[in-house]
C-alpha cells in the first residue's frame, strides 16, 4: 500500500513537473505576461505534453530508480525522458499552422525547465530523506582524517557520512592541485607529510588510508607518520576486493604489519598450472601446517579430481577438512592421518590412491628446538621421511615431486637448515637416478603469519604489555605472504623440468626490531608502554639469511620472482650411504648427528655456543642489563 501510493505521487509529480515547466516557459516567453491570444495552442500542445512524459518516463524507466538514492544513472534517465518530451515539442512546433503561433523559444526554454523541476524535486526530497535519516550523525562520531582525496577517498567519505562512529574532519593528499579544495564538504588540507600537525589541529586521534591500490612505501610513510603521533591507523579493503564487490569501502581494519613489508601481488600463470593438476590426484603431505594448509587452499582453484590430505597432528587435519567441508564441498578430499617416516603405511597409501602430483610440506621447522636433544628427530622427519615420500611417488608412477624447502638450507648453521639441504640432495639423487618423477625443490624464507613465527609471537607478548624479546639488534629475515609462498610453489611446481631447486624472490631482507618496533606502534603503544628487549642469539640462529651458497649461481625463469639455483651434483652411491646412515638405531646424540650432517652437507658450518646476551631497548635508548659471559 504504501509503495503504491509513493509511486502515485511519483506520478503525479511528474505531471506537475509538465505544467509548471510549460506555463513558465511562457512567463518567461512574454515578460510574466500571460499572452491571453496564445491561451488555446497552450492548452492543447500541454495536453499532448501530458500524455507524452507518461509514455517518455515509462520508456526511460523513471521509475525504477528510488528517490532517496538518486544519482547519475537516474539523471541520465531523467535526461532521455525529457528529451522525447523536447522532440514531440519540435514536431508540433513544425507541424503548427495556427495564428498566432507556438513561439520558437518555448523547444529551449521548456526542456531546460522540465530537466531543472523533475531533477530539483528529487534531488530536494534525496537530501530532505538523507538529512533526516543522518543529519544527526553529523556532529557524532570520533573525528578522523582520511589520507588520500581520490577515488578510493570519496567513496569512504560517502559511505561514512552515513556511519555514526566517525566523523571525517579532514583529507590529506600529496596532489598539490587538491589543497585548498573540498571533498564531499570536508577540506584536503595539505600534504601526507603535514598528517600530524593535521591531527593536532582537529583533535583527531584516528586516521583512516583510503589508498587502495597504493604503493608499499606510500602506506608505510602515512602509517610511520601517524603512529608517531599517536594516532590509531586503519585502512580500506584491496583495490581488487572493492572492484569485486566482495567487500565495501567502510569495511575498514587496522592496519596489519602485513601492509607494510612491501610485497606486491603475485601473478601466476594459471593456464599452466591448471594444466599441471586439472582432473589430476594430488596429495600435500603436512596439510595441516601454515603452508600445507595454504597450499590445499589453493590447489582447490584449480580442479583437481582429488586431493589427498597427510596430516601427523589430528586437530590440524581436521582443521583443514572442516574448511573443505564449510567452502569447497565440491571437492573431493582424502584425509590420511599418518607419519611421513612410515614406510608401510605411505606404500599403502600410494598404492591405492596412486597421486600424481605430490607436494612434500611435511617438515620440523622450529631452529632451537631442533639443535639442542632434538638433533635426531629432526634428520628423521625431514630427511628419511622426505626420502620415504619421494621413493613412494617414483615407485607408484607419480609426474611431479615437490620439496617445500628453506632459506635455511643455504650454508646452514643449525641442525634444521641442513636436514633441509640433505632433503634436496636426496631429492636431486633421486632425479639423477632417472625414471618418469619429476623432482623439484622450491627454497623461500619466512612467512608472514605461520605457526611459530615471529609475528605471532610479537603480538601475544604485546596483548600481554610485554617485553617484545628480539635475538639481536642487527638480525634480519626474510618474509612473504603465505598465499604468495603457496603460490610460487604451484607456479614453480608447473614450470619445473625435474631435479631443480627454484629460489623465490623474497625481497628485501626486514630487520626484526624494525618490525616489533612497527608492531608496538600499530598496536597503539609507545616505545615507552612496551620495551625491547634483546636476548642473544638462539642456538644455531644466523645474523642474516641467504637465499644461495656460496658456490651455487642462478639463471632465470619465464617467471620474474622465481629463479632456478645451480647446485653442486650429487656424488654416486650418495643415496645407498645416507639409507645406511638413517637406518642407524637411536637414539643418537646431537653432537653424532652434528657430525654426519658435516659429512653429508660440506657447507654445514654449526654455529659456536654463543654467550646470553641481555639488553633492554626503551625510552629510545638500548641500555644493557645483563651479560652473562665474557665479563
Not at 515578460?31 to 500541454?46: G, I, M, S
Not at 529551449?108 to 550523525?137: D, F, N, Q, T
Not at 607436494?359 to 620415504?388: C, D, I, S
Not at 611459530?452 to 642487527?474: C, L, M, N
Request: hydrophobic letters at 50%; a positive charge.
Amino acid at each position: 500500500m504504501h509503495r503504491s501510493l509513493h509511486s502515485l505521487l511519483v506520478f503525479l509529480f511528474d505531471r506537475f513537473a509538465v505544467v509548471v515547466a510549460w506555463v513558465g516557459g511562457l512567463l518567461i516567453r512574454f515578460n510574466f505576461d500571460w499572452p491571453v491570444e496564445y491561451q488555446r495552442q497552450a492548452a492543447w500542445v500541454l495536453t499532448v505534453l501530458l500524455v507524452t512524459q507518461v509514455f517518455a518516463c515509462r520508456w526511460a524507466g523513471l521509475y525504477r530508480g528510488m528517490w532517496v538514492f538518486a544519482s547519475l544513472p537516474d539523471l541520465k534517465r531523467l535526461m532521455k525522458a525529457v528529451s522525447m518530451s523536447g522532440v514531440v515539442l519540435i514536431a508540433l512546433v513544425a507541424l503548427d499552422r495556427s495564428v498566432p503561433a507556438i513561439p520558437r523559444s518555448l523547444m529551449l526554454l521548456y526542456p531546460i525547465l522540465l530537466l531543472v523541476v523533475m531533477g530539483g524535486g528529487r534531488a530536494m526530497w534525496r537530501m530532505w530523506k538523507e538529512h533526516r535519516l543522518y543529519g544527526g550523525l553529523i556532529a557524532q562520531g570520533r573525528p578522523v582524517v582520511v589520507v588520500g582525496a581520490g577515488s578510493g577517498g570519496l567513496m569512504l567519505v560517502r559511505a561514512l557520512e552515513r556511519c555514526a562512529d566517525w566523523r571525517v574532519v579532514a583529507l590529506v593528499d600529496d596532489d598539490r592541485s587538491k589543497h585548498g579544495l573540498e571533498l564531499c564538504g570536508r577540506p584536503v588540507v595539505g600534504a601526507v607529510e603535514e598528517l600530524p600537525a593535521v591531527l593536532e589541529d582537529y583533535r583527531a586521534k584516528h586516521v583512516i588510508l583510503a589508498m587502495p591500490s597504493a604503493a608499499s612505501d606510500v602506506l608505510r610513510r602515512a602509517t610511520d607518520l601517524a603512529v608517531r603521533a599517536g594516532a590509531q591507523v586503519f585502512t580500506v579493503p584491496g583495490l581488487e576486493d572493492l572492484m569485486s564487490g566482495r567487500v565495501a569501502i567502510n569495511s575498514m581494519r587496522p592496519v596489519a604489519i602485513e601492509d607494510l613489508l612491501g610485497r606486491a601481488p603475485v601473478c601466476i600463470d594459471f593456464a599452466h598450472v591448471r594444466a599441471m593438476l586439472s582432473g589430476k590426484t594430488v596429495m600435500v603431505t603436512g596439510a595441516g601446517g601454515s603452508i600445507g594448509s595454504e597450499l590445499c587452499r589453493q590447489l582447490a582453484r584449480f580442479a583437481p579430481k582429488r586431493l589427498m590430505l597427510f596430516e601427523a597432528n589430528e586437530f590440524a587435519l581436521y582443521s583443514i577438512e572442516q574448511w573443505f567441508a564449510q567452502h569447497r564441498p565440491e571437492v573431493e578430499i582424502i584425509c590420511l592421518a599418518g607419519d611421513v617416516k612410515d614406510e608401510i603405511w605411505l606404500d599403502e597409501v600410494f598404492a591405492t590412491w596412486c597421486p600424481q602430483v605430490v607436494f612434500h610440506a611435511a617438515a620440523y621447522k622450529h631452529v632451537p628446538l631442533m639443535e639442542v636433544r632434538n638433533a635426531w628427530q629432526a634428520v628423521r622427519n625431514n630427511v628419511l621421511g622426505t626420502l620415504r615420500v619421494a621413493q613412494c611417488a617414483k615407485r607408484y608412477g607419480a609426474e611431479r615431486f615437490v620439496l617445500i624447502s628453506t632459506d635455511k638450507a643455504v650454508n646452514p648453521t643449525n641442525v634444521m637448515g641442513a636436514t633441509k639441504r640433505l632433503a634436496e640432495m636426496a631429492c636431486e639423487a633421486l632425479h639423477s637416478g632417472g625414471g618418469a618423477t619429476q623432482f623439484a625443490m622450491v627454497r623461500f624464507g619466512n612467512v608472514l603469519g605461520s605457526t611459530g613465527s615471529v609475528i605471532p609471537k610479537f603480538q601475544e607478548q604485546i596483548a600481554r604489555g610485554g617485553p617484545v624479546t628480539v635475538t639481536h639488534p642487527d638480525i634480519n629475515r626474510y618474509f612473504m605472504s603465505i598465499p604468495e609462498a603457496a603460490q610460487l610453489v604451484l607456479q614453480a611446481a608447473a614450470m619445473g623440468q625435474g631435479g631443480e631447486v627454484f629460489v623465490l624472490d623474497m625481497g628485501e631482507p626486514v630487520k626484526i626490531v624494525d618490525l616489533a618496533r612497527n608492531m608496538i606502534r600499530l598496536s597503539g603503544y609507545s616505545e615507552e608502554e612496551i620495551r625491547i628487549e634483546f636476548t642473544g642469539l638462539r642456538p644455531g640462529e644466523k645474523l642474516y639469511e641467504e637465499l644461495l651458497a656460496d658456490s651455487e649461481v642462478t639463471r632465470e625463469t619465464p617467471h620474474p620472482k622465481l629463479r632456478i639455483a645451480r647446485s653442486r651434483p650429487v656424488a654416486a652411491g650418495f643415496l645407498a650411504e645416507l639409507e645406511a646412515w638413517l637406518a642407524r638405531p637411536g637414539p643418537v646424540s646431537d653432537d653424532e648427528v652434528r657430525r654426519g650432517l658435516l659429512r653429508w652437507v660440506p657447507e654445514y658450518a654449526p654455529a659456536p655456543a654463543r654467550p646470553t646476551l641481555r639488553v633492554v631497548e626503551g625510552a629510545g635508548t638500548a641500555i644493557a642489563a645483563a651479560r652473562a659471559a665474557g665479563r
